[in-house]
């Protein structure tokens, strides 16, 4: 059998057997930071040579080479002569209940003394100050008139039957309606009316035509809606 020495034929008679090596530590002598007690963990700071610490913000930990910076903590809240003020807050609520009450319509009647056919009555009949017209009911055929003022009335009288009021002149004039075939009934529609009298009253002046062929009394009914007491 070759020896190893042979086969790879060097000479090893100037080599020195080695002993046994060194083990290569893993260990580092000092730590920067060197391990800390968890008891410690939440202890005081400290700085190097001083004990106790006065020095809130910079821990060192004990034996330690690297500053370590922590928040302050909040002082603590003192328990000596403090009171406790308990405040009661009241709150009150007022309500209040608005009925809103639409207007009812309302009727007003008159009735005229014996007409002959053609013949004319001016009168009043008693509403509002202010209304809608509604309704307007007679017993037979007529032309009634409805005025805001006796001046209106007056100034009215000879417009004769079909003839539109002149050009400025319709002041005054509320409604003219002339009802002429049964149902005697007219319906009015958006016609507003008020009295024009100083101081104002719930007066309305009427005027009423006989359109029929016999004398006859005439009875017109309105129904309104009042605007204005």
């Not at 001016?122 to 309704?135: H, R």
């Not at 007679?138 to 209106?152: D, F, I, P, Q």
Request: aromatic residues 6%; negative net charge.
């Amino acid at each position: 059998m070759t020896a190893i020495k042979d086969a790879i034929n060097v000479d090893t008679s100037n080599f020195v057997r080695a002993g046994e090596p060194t083990p290569i530590s893993h260990e580092i002598e000092e730590y920067l930071l060197p391990p800390r007690n968890v008891i410690q963990i939440c202890s005081s700071p400290n700085i190097p040579g001083i004990f106790p610490s006065t020095n809130n913000i910079i821990d060192f930990h004990i034996g330690g080479k690297v500053p370590q910076y922590r928040a302050p903590l909040p002082a603590p809240v003192s328990t000596q002569g403090t009171s406790t003020t308990t405040s009661s807050v009241v709150s009150s609520s007022s309500s209040s209940t608005s009925t809103n009450n639409p207007p009812t319509a309302q009727t007003a009647s008159t009735t005229t003394p014996v007409l002959a056919p053609g013949a004319q009555f001016a009168g009043t009949i008693l509403m509002a100050k202010s209304f809608y017209a509604y309704k307007l009911a007679v017993n037979v055929a007529c032309r009634v008139e409805l005025y805001g003022s006796s001046t209106a009335q007056s100034a009215d009288l000879t417009r004769s039957l079909g003839t539109p009021p002149g050009l400025g002149t319709i002041q005054g004039i509320i409604s003219d309606v002339q009802i002429t075939s049964a149902p005697a009934i007219w319906f009015y529609q958006d016609t507003e009316g008020s009295n024009q009298d100083t101081p104002q009253s719930n007066v309305i002046y009427l005027t009423v035509t006989n359109l029929g062929a016999s004398s006859q009394a005439i009875t017109v009914t309105i129904t309104y809606i009042p605007l204005q007491a």
